[in-house]
T-cell receptor, first 114, second 114 residues
Framework: KQEVTQIPAALSVPEGENLVLNCSFT??????LQWFRQDPGKGLTSLLL?????REQTSGRLNASLDKSSGRSTLYIAASQPGDSATYLC?????????????FGTGTRLTIIP | DVKVTQSSRYLVKRTGEKVFLECVQD?????MFWYRQDPGLGLRLIYF???????EKGDIPEGYSVSREKKERFSLILESASTNQTSMYLC?????????????FGQGTRLTVV
């Protein structure tokens, strides 16, 4: 059974710093990996999706990498801002045909200190 | 933009009531999902539907049922609400089969059962 882990559970950094969030998964047979952001009491907003054949995806100040063989993904946030404060979740989709179900990590709660 | 809309942001129901949570998506997605999210437990899949009138149990289906009579609408039903079903409920949708297909989420329904 796929397990997805995000460590640390919480992280506080001063504004302006670059930071890295980690996601690891136990089964490397994945179709893709998706990073989400969740603000308190709200739904999930999709940030980036990396297909299993890709190594990186970038959107603005965000860069996500994927090392499928070692079961790891990182989300790099450049020049952090207070508005980046949120919980960040990663989710993997299995590679078996017809299985569309995502497995989520429990998230990293990020606080950017002004 | 893909839009997934959940009918209520907040609901308060009494123990034993029958509760309907509605979700509508506007992008002709085949797949629709219901998750619940609890502190420390992350997102857990309740039910999944890959087509009209088709459904599959997720990890925690007990106490829930679903209905998908039209492609755009996926309903979660609590047959007899109990206090342990107090939670945040999240609906999601995605296209079938492509490796670059993202999952999109609604804004969430915070259900309190008293």
């Amino acid at each position: 059974k796929q397990e997805v882990t995000q460590i640390p559970a919480a992280l506080s950094v001063p504004e302006g710093e670059n930071l890295v969030l980690n996601c690891s998964f136990t089964d490397s047979a994945i179709y893709n990996l998706q990073w989400f952001r969740q603000d308190p009491g709200k739904g999930l907003t999709s940030l980036l999706l990396i297909q299993s054949s890709q190594r990186e995806q970038t959107s603005g100040r965000l860069n996500a990498s994927l090392d499928k063989s070692s079961g790891r993904s990182t989300l790099y946030i450049a020049a952090s801002q207070p508005g980046d404060s949120a919980t960040y979740l990663c989710a993997v989709r299995p590679a078996d045909f017809g299985n569309e179900k995502l497995t989520f990590g429990t998230g990293t709660r990020l606080t950017i200190i002004p | 933009d893909v839009k997934v809309t959940q009918s209520s942001r907040y609901l308060v129901k009494r123990t034993g009531e029958k509760v309907f949570l509605e979700c509508v998506q506007d992008m002709d997605h085949e797949n629709m999902f219901w998750y619940r999210q609890d502190p420390g437990l992350g997102l857990r899949l309740i039910y999944f539907s890959y087509d009209v009138k088709m459904k599959e149990k997720g990890d925690i289906p007990e106490g829930y049922s679903v209905s998908r009579e039209k492609k755009e609408r996926f309903s979660l039903i609590l047959e007899s609400a109990s206090t342990n079903q107090t939670s945040m409920y999240l609906c999601a949708s995605s296209l079938e089969g492509l490796p670059n297909t993202e999952a999109f989420f609604g804004q969430g329904t915070r259900l309190t059962v008293v």
